[in-house]
């Protein structure tokens, strides 16, 4: 597999195969699940939330999204990453639950107004789903999306109207954020990301234009929240544990749905590197060597999107800040993660974030430099029989631990 297919992930799906190449392992895979059609034009669906695309910006397609059904109970289990890892759900289980969401959209102009850009903000302000009411105006076929940002998704069909049978439910906090328009972006997010509130949601309101300076306030495509949302929390976290001390040389190891992570810590100051291992004879590379890719950052962090392992890279980095701040440490992080015939379809990026998580559950402490990298390459040899040895003669962060001296290496 060449390296541009690796990055596509079935991008390509309403045209597979237009990128030049002769056999798509993420189409034929996706291929089986697009079977369904919906045989009827007005339903009404319980909305656990909405999606903004990105394509023709600044004009793009809002969606409010539902199944084709009023759900009683657990409505919230088909739009909830978090659900889904703290149940550890499979990857056909969660195919299952997002295959029957469907994706009523409408256009709109990214500072538009409308009715139903107004009720999108609305559903997405609800910390339940809400019972909506649809009427579109063909009838919709479920075929399956696939992206390494957004989650996945099933039939799209242009919406004619939509009315809600049941008032959102929204929290106070929510709306007192929500309704000051002279707090930024980046202040909202993160006093809701202290109160509890987690990345999907936040993701929610920030693309729907609910956060920002009045002036400022804009539709953002779900593909670019996720990633802002992540990057922002990121930054936020990082402020506060470069104030901590040192950590001590640990390894954590773990992981979910075919994504696994070796997360390496360095007593040095914040520094960050993740290396992204497509491993031999899986779906997204049947060659027989491992292709591998990397971004990093140092302790005055990147001045670039990190094109290489793009929003996988900051949802990592999540993932790890909020550990350090748990333990009130900071550390230089070599992070490597390793893609397995395990992972059978893209579900997007939560599962880099959720996979990060579980990994560090899983924490073991070394007395030296030397004695953690050993234990490292047995465990990943024998696990997934790969060397990791080429990887960390190729780190930026481990060279520029080496070559850097700090100030505990004169006593």
């Known amino acids: 597999m060449k390296l541009d297919c690796i990055k596509c992930h079935g991008k390509h799906y309403k045209n597979p195969l237009s990128?030049?190449?002769?056999?798509?392992?993420?189409?034929?895979?996706?291929?089986?699940?697009?079977?369904?059609?919906?045989d009827k034009t007005e339903f009404s669906g319980t909305s656990p939330g909405v999606f903004?695309?990105?394509?023709?910006?600044?004009?793009?397609?809002?969606?409010?999204?539902?199944?084709?059904?009023?759900?009683?109970?657990?409505?919230?289990?088909?739009?909830?990453?978090?659900?889904?890892?703290?149940?550890?759900?499979?990857?056909?289980?969660?195919?299952?639950?997002?295959?029957?969401?469907?994706?009523?959209?409408f256009e709109s102009?990214?500072?538009?107004?409308?009715k139903y850009l107004l009720m999108s903000q609305e559903l997405a302000m609800s910390s339940k789903p809400t019972d909506v009411e649809f009427s579109l105006i063909k009838k919709p076929y479920y075929q399956i999306k696939t992206s390494q940002q957004e989650t996945i998704m099933g039939a799209t069909a242009q919406l004619k109207r939509a009315i809600l049978q049941s008032n959102p439910k929204i929290d106070k906090k929510v709306d007192y954020i929500v309704s000051d328009s002279d707090l930024k972006s980046t202040k909202?997010?993160?006093?809701?990301?202290?109160?509890?509130?987690?990345?999907?949601?936040?993701?929610?309101?920030?693309a729907v234009g609910n956060l920002g300076l009045k002036t400022q306030r804009r539709l953002v495509p779900t593909r670019w929240a996720i990633t802002a949302t992540d990057d922002t929390l990121g930054k936020s976290l990082i402020k506060e544990v470069k104030d901590y001390k040192e950590s001590n040389y640990k390894l954590f190891f773990g992981g979910y749905l075919g994504n696994y992570y070796l997360i390496l810590l360095f007593p040095r100051p914040w520094s960050y590197e993740l290396f992204e291992m497509y491993l031999p004879n899986t779906l997204f590379n049947p060659e027989k060597e491992a292709v591998a890719m990397t971004d990093y950052e140092l302790f005055a962090g990147r001045t670039k999107y990190a094109e290489n392992c793009v929003g996988g890279y900051y949802a990592c980095r999540l993932g790890i800040l909020e550990k350090l701040k748990q333990m009130k440490r900071q550390s230089s992080i070599v992070v490597l993660r390793f893609i397995t015939d395990e992972y059978i379809t893209p579900l997007g990026v939560w599962v880099v974030r959720e996979a990060t998580r579980k990994a560090l559950v899983n924490e073991f402490t070394f007395d030296s430099e030397n004695s953690m990298l050993n234990y490292a390459q047995d465990l990943i040899k024998k696990k997934f029989n790969y060397?990791?040895?080429?990887?960390?003669?190729?780190?930026?962060?481990?060279?520029?631990?080496?070559?850097?001296?700090?100030?505990?290496?004169?006593?």
């Open 19 to 38: 990128c030049g190449h002769t056999y798509c392992p993420i189409y034929s895979k996706i291929y089986t699940l697009q079977t369904k059609k919906l």
């Open 52 to 105: 903004v695309g990105r394509y023709n910006y600044p004009n793009i397609n809002v969606g409010i999204m539902a199944p084709p059904e009023i759900i009683k109970q657990e409505s919230e289990v088909y739009d909830s990453p978090k659900t889904w890892s703290s149940r550890n759900f499979e990857v056909n289980d969660i195919l299952k639950f997002r295959s029957v969401v469907i994706n009523t959209k």
């Open 109 to 114: 102009h990214t500072r538009s107004k409308s």
């Open 188 to 206: 909202s997010l993160n006093i809701l990301f202290q109160k509890g509130y987690d990345e999907t949601f936040l993701t929610k309101l920030l």
């Open 387 to 411: 060397d990791i040895n080429n990887n960390l003669k190729q780190s930026h962060v481990l060279k520029h631990i080496r070559t850097q001296r700090s100030i505990k290496d004169f006593f």
